[in-house]
Antibody, heavy 122, light 108 residues
Framework: QVQLVQSGAEVKKPGASVKISCRVSGNILATHYMHWVRQAPGQGLEWMGVINPSGSWASYAQNLRGRVTMTRDTSRRTVYMELSNLRSDDTAVYYC???????????????WGQGTLVTVSS | SSELTQVPAVSVTLGQTVRITCQGDSLRIYSVSWYHQRPGQAPVFVIYGTNNRPSGIPDRFSGSHSGNTASLTITGAQAEDEADYYCFSRDTNSNHWVFGGGTKLAVL
């Protein structure tokens, strides 16, 4: 069974950057896109972006473009999400999730990492 | 950009049937997947490809889709179904994906 294990909680000051890792079991990175999703306290799920299997392409949510970078290291079986110029409203739990798709009309995210809490506070 | 609209909250009496809807223009082209999330836990997907259940999800969960609206139905709701439910699909005009705003389900 595929498992995604994320790095631990982070506390950052406004303006700093954070880089979260998501290590996968098995060899799924070579064949699957990977998404990142975040959830601010008491709020809903927000899609952040997706990276392709080779790491050569990524697509980011409009409101995060310019601050977010997704990368992957297949040899380490790890994907990364870096968010820069942090603000207080970036305080959230961040999740990685494997993309699954069918017929290019249907997508679902499974499994998910356990989540990483990032707190931005001065 | 595309949006997926969900009713913020619904309630259902224990053992009764409840439908949670998700509306959006992109749903005229793409199907949705559905997730439930209990407090403090990661989301778990319950329906994919409109009406396919992954193994381990009870058959009281089903999905449907018509036009720009997708629905998740719980037939015979149980206390453990009390959670937040989210739909997820692709944006029509870009390489973006989007979640609905979520529906908080209370089982009374």
């Amino acid at each position: 069974q595929v498992q995604l294990v994320q790095s631990g909680a982070e506390v950052k000051k406004p303006g700093a950057s954070v880089k979260i890792s998501c290590r996968v079991s098995g060899n799924i990175l070579a064949t699957h896109y990977m998404h990142w999703v975040r959830q601010a306290p008491g709020q809903g799920l927000e899609w952040m972006g997706v990276i392709n299997p080779s790491g050569s392409w990524a697509s980011y949510a409009q409101n995060l473009r310019g601050r977010v970078t997704m990368t992957r290291d297949t040899s380490r079986r790890t994907v990364y999400m870096e968010l820069s110029n942090l603000r207080s409203d970036d305080t959230a739990v961040y999740y990685c999730a494997r993309d699954n798709s069918a017929a290019e009309t249907s997508w679902w995210l499974d499994p998910w990492g356990q989540g990483t809490l990032v707190t931005v506070s001065s | 950009s595309s949006e997926l609209t969900q009713v913020p909250a619904v309630s259902v009496t224990l053992g009764q049937t409840v439908r949670i809807t998700c509306q959006g223009d992109s749903l005229r082209i793409y199907s949705v997947s559905w997730y439930h999330q209990r407090p403090g836990q990661a989301p778990v997907f319950v329906i994919y490809g409109t009406n396919n259940r992954p193994s381990g999800i009870p058959d009281r969960f089903s999905g449907s889709h018509s036009g720009n609206t997708a629905s998740l139905t719980i037939t015979g709701a149980q206390a453990e179904d009390e959670a937040d439910y989210y739909c997820f699909s692709r944006d029509t005009n870009s390489n973006h994906w989007v979640f609905g705003g979520g529906t908080k389900l209370a089982v009374l």
